[in-house]
């Protein structure tokens, strides 16, 4: 059984102000939005995801400096591993290092490990920043046997963490004005807890990459027809 990969972003800040979004109106009455450009304060959205299975963690908050995200993090995670099968009792000091050291190797600056090693038990990608990289996160990290992974190593899987990031902000904003801060927290929130509904996971080469590539062909086919007429009456 592999390692479950989990990825954490930090979302916005989104503001609370009208947000565009498509809509139908009738002919000649189009929506308008108040001219009056008051900000009624920003939220973001604290996300872990899971891209085997599409589950999301998340939390709207005001702001995510160190003391915000941290706890919430490694509440998640502490979470997270509780309902993981428990880990396997190893005897062996050198295979377990191995285990962890094996996802650095190649780096310029791999994080130091401590002498001894708990079980690897998750794999946590996140951004690279100073907020991301304190001692007293990454300790508890090792100590739960959490080993971070950052960017641009595992940037791909960032990216889907992004992906469904946009899903969630366009589901709950478009086309919306939130008064307050505190309505577009719980308007993220709730997409949130009906993305959770029904998650669809994110899968390399599915069904996604499967509509990218039909789009692409059309275009190219489009393309390609235009140019044989071209060609055609040129001649």
């Known amino acids: 059984m592999g390692l479950p990969i989990w990825c954490e972003d930090e979302a916005g800040p989104y503001q609370a102000v009208p947000h565009a979004g498509a809509g139908w109106r009738p002919v000649g009455k189009p929506a308008r939005q108040p001219h009056e450009y008051i900000r009624g304060?920003?939220?973001?959205?604290?996300?872990?995801f899971r891209p085997a299975t599409g589950e999301v963690r998340a939390r709207g908050v005001a702001g995510a400096p160190n003391a915000v995200l941290h706890p919430w993090l490694c509440a998640e995670l502490a979470a997270i591993l509780a309902d993981l099968p428990p880990p396997p009792d190893r005897d062996d000091p050198a295979a377990t290092r191995a285990a962890w050291t094996a996802w650095q190797a190649g780096l310029g600056r791999p994080i130091t490990l401590r002498a001894v090693m708990p079980p690897l038990r998750m794999l946590l990608v996140l951004d690279n920043l100073a907020g991301h990289r304190t001692p007293e996160l990454i300790l508890w990290l090792f100590d739960h046997g959490v080993m971070p992974l950052y960017t641009p190593l595992g940037g791909s899987w960032l990216n889907m963490a992004e992906s469904l990031q946009r899903i969630i902000v366009r589901r709950a904003l478009a086309g919306q004005h939130p008064?307050?801060?505190?309505?577009?927290i719980a308007w993220l929130e709730e997409t949130v807890a009906g993305w959770n509904a029904a998650p669809t996971p994110f899968v390399w080469g599915g069904k996604r990459r499967e509509r990218r590539a039909r789009a692409r062909q059309r275009r190219l086919g489009g393309s390609g027809a235009a140019l044989a007429v071209h060609q055609s009456i040129a001649a």
């Open 41 to 48: 304060g920003t939220a973001k959205l604290l996300t872990l």
């Open 179 to 184: 008064q307050t801060e505190a309505e577009v």
